[in-house]
């Protein structure tokens, strides 16, 4: 309900004229009165919006924490748009492990077990950049890791080229190669253009 509506029971047709011609004008206590009512009102209302949306918000929140023990991913890609493992998409991977938890730090920081592959990274770590690992036989996870800068990046290698293809733009054909990368399997292969390659 727009504020004009709930001070004057009607709505608004255009901001020049408040009443229509020979309506009666409220004044004194009737006027004070009828806007303490609408003010209530909207209160009432606006209560109950903030309640549902909070209803809502609190299903999607959840207090993570984590036991001395557990396994955890560790999230390697930052926010979208910035190219992290040389690759900006599907190809580049967005959490690894699983690593074991150490010890708690702080309320929201956890130290974790990671491999000598990776010593020149801090092992203690944000809630945020952590996500559960929950166990299953029929997971097969491989801890071959590629070599990992101290930023957490690392460099692709094209291990095999499976298929080529050249598109004609305006006239003008470009060739592509469909690659395969040394640390991603067959169906992960990717488009490149072969002159990049």
């Known amino acids: 309900m727009a ?6 029971g009607k709505k608004c047709q255009t901001p020049l004229y408040w009443d229509k011609v020979g309506e009666r004008r409220i004044l004194g206590p009737e006027l004070i009165q009828t806007t303490y009512e609408k003010v209530d009102l909207i209160r009432e209302r606006i209560k109950a919006a903030q ?3 909070k209803g809502y918000a609190d299903q999607r929140q959840k207090d993570l924490e984590f036991l001395v023990g557990d396994k955890v991913f560790l999230r390697v890609l930052p926010p979208k748009g910035v190219m992290r493992f040389s690759k900006k998409g599907k190809l580049s991977p967005r959490y690894i492990g699983p690593y074991e938890i ?6 929201v920081a956890y130290r974790s077990a990671l491999p000598p592959s990776l010593d020149g990274v801090h092992n203690v770590f944000h809630i945020s950049m952590l996500w559960k690992y929950v166990h299953d036989p029929s997971h097969i996870l491989s801890q071959e890791l590629p070599e990992l800068a101290a930023d957490m990046s690392y460099k692709e ?3 095999k080229i499976l298929d080529s293809k050249v598109v004609n733009l305006r006239n003008q054909p470009i060739h592509y190669v469909k690659v395969k990368l040394c640390n991603h399997t067959k169906e992960e292969a990717s488009w490149e253009v072969e002159v990049e390659m």
């Open 3 to 8: 504020p004009f509506e709930a001070q004057y």
């Open 51 to 53: 309640s549902r949306q």
């Open 102 to 107: 150490l010890a708690k730090v702080g309320q």
């Open 157 to 159: 290698q094209p291990e």
